[in-house]
């Protein structure tokens, strides 16, 4: 949700059990006023909250225009001092030895708390060896993996499978470039509560939308993204009205803690994540 609509956004997604208290909504609205003014972002953004056992983080990103296609989302986080961070992007190598490691439990909330443990005295002193050996070649050590990478780890996989928005808020201009659609006046009341009306707002994966996504006319269709109906397993989504108001949720399953919101036939739409970052794997087995 955007940083100016963020307490709207709050109220539209606290059906799902979870706020921000007055304390966390000030420091999150200073912390990121701070941050856009000084990073110079035309949109902020909060994306959400991860609980941890010591400490809970909070979580935001901007996006740049780029030169072609999607803007570049750059994700911060900070804890309760507020003071927002980057998160730096993982390499496939670094992501890859995170997933190996297999980590799944909830996080205690202190960025540089390593995550591997540490090597046994048995490898140590081989490796001494190798090193005290004329011509021997050293061998490069791996860094440390702390709690951040994972949290940069986990974020990027959350946004990945959720990042929802309804079809059609987006365009490409004659650049090529994804931008908000001028046209876009929101969905209406019965387009509203059908899933394949939403859609992912990252790079598309299937084929259907790279194909659409590569046409010279891709400024006449919108369709160039992933709909969520595509996603596995059938029913991860959960679609909800509120009886009380206009206003119609998505609720991941596969990540219990995701919300996204849209009020019908107004622009106003978004997402949070409340939750402590552990996928429900056991869902395929549920449905």
Excluded at 6 to 24: I, P
Excluded at 96 to 110: A, H, M, Q, T
Excluded at 252 to 279: D, E
Aim: net charge negative; charged share 25%.
């Amino acid at each position: 949700m955007e940083l100016v609509d963020l307490e709207f956004g709050l109220k539209a997604t606290a059906s799902a059990g979870h706020v921000l208290n007055y304390q966390e909504f000030a420091g999150v609205q200073s912390g990121l006023a701070v941050l856009k003014s000084k990073e110079r972002f035309q949109e902020l953004f909060f994306w959400g909250k991860i609980f941890g056992q010591k400490a809970d983080y909070y979580i935001s990103y901007g996006l740049r225009g780029s030169e072609f296609e999607f803007p570049s989302k750059t994700f911060y986080y900070s804890v309760e001092d507020f003071d927002f961070k980057i998160l730096e992007r993982l390499t496939e190598e670094v992501a890859e030895r995170i997933l190996n490691l297999g980590v799944d439990k909830p996080f205690s909330g202190i960025p540089d708390a390593p995550l591997e443990p540490p090597g046994d005295e048995d490898a140590a002193e081989a490796e001494e060896a190798a090193e005290g050996e004329e011509g021997a070649p050293v061998p490069e050590k791996p860094r440390v993996l702390t709690e951040m990478d994972r949290l940069a780890q986990v974020v990027q996989e959350i946004d990945f499978d959720t990042a929802v928005v309804p079809n059609g808020a987006h365009a490409l201009n004659e650049a090529h470039v994804i931008v908000p659609s001028s046209d876009f006046k929101g969905l209406g009341l019965s387009e509203a509560l059908a899933l394949d009306r939403y859609v992912h707002f990252r790079p598309p994966t299937s084929v259907a939308s790279l194909k659409a996504l590569a046409r010279t006319d891709i400024q006449f269709y919108s369709n160039f993204l992933d709909p969520l109906e595509g996603d596995l397993p059938k029913g991860c989504w959960a679609v909800r009205q509120d009886p009380c108001i206009a206003l119609v949720t998505l609720r991941s399953l596969n990540w219990p803690g995701y919300v996204a919101f849209h009020v019908p036939l107004t622009t106003k739409f978004g997402g949070a994540y409340f939750g402590y970052a552990l996928k429900n794997r056991d869902l395929p087995f549920i449905l």
